[in-house]
């Protein structure tokens, strides 16, 4: 679930991309962002190099910037009542990140495309997999149930689910537009090893999550 592996796919692809003549203007992103709110190593890839020739880069240093971003320090919950304002908390921290990327899953084209539906994807499952690690493994609500079972991490858990649904379903939505992108673009869809990594997984992922069996439309 970490970022380690796409950050570095992307920053070769920018580095790759950055020589030659000047983006045109109407691929660009006009989607703001607040240079105060980023960290400093995410701020890099808000400059767009004046030599480059690739029409995707400002759009790769976009994606760029909604992976970087994407840190958030969670406090183990303990109680119940800690649970709604918790998912809601991360959630609300990836809020500017998914914008983003909605955006250029929007307006950037298929590469693009496939690549945002895929890290929405991502995020909305990194977002149920934070609310679950933040469950007090160690936590004791409720004491012994009737079959002597301890009801405490287990209860967590249990509330837990219903409250991270939408997000697996979310999650379930953006990998299944991925598959329909590269089934529609199959060029487009092998054009680098990022790309046809992440619609390979996003297919793998895709036939694991539970919620599709929840979804008609």
Not at 116 to 127: A, F, K, Q, V
Not at 135 to 148: I, L, N, R
Request: aromatic content about 6%; overall charge neutral.
């Amino acid at each position: 679930m970490k970022n380690v592996a796409w950050m570095g796919a992307l920053v070769a692809i920018v580095a790759a991309s950055s020589q030659g003549a000047t983006v045109q203007p109407q691929n660009q992103v006009e989607l703001p962002i607040d240079a105060g709110t980023l960290p400093d190593d995410c701020r890099q890839f808000l400059q767009l190099a004046s030599n480059t020739r690739s029409e995707l880069l400002p759009w790769y240093q976009r994606l760029s910037v909604a992976a970087c971003r994407q840190r958030l320090d969670v406090s183990p919950v303990t109680t119940p009542q800690q649970l709604g304002p918790m998912v809601a908390a991360i959630e609300n921290s990836m809020g500017p990140s998914l914008a983003i990327y909605s955006d250029a899953a929007t307006r950037g084209g298929p590469q693009i495309g496939m690549l945002s539906e895929y890290w929405i994807g991502m995020t909305y499952l990194n977002i149920a997999v934070r609310a679950r690690r933040a469950v007090d493994a160690g936590a004791t609500v409720g004491g012994a149930t009737y079959g002597g079972f301890s009801d405490g991490a287990m209860g967590l858990h249990r509330s837990l689910e219903p409250l991270i649904a939408r997000d697996l379903q979310n999650a379930f939505v953006a990998f299944r537009e991925v598959d329909r992108l590269a089934t529609s673009n199959p060029a487009a869809a092998c054009a680098d090893q990022v790309i046809s990594r992440n619609v390979a997984q996003a297919r793998a992922l895709l036939a694991m999550l539970p919620t599709r069996e929840r979804l008609t439309t």
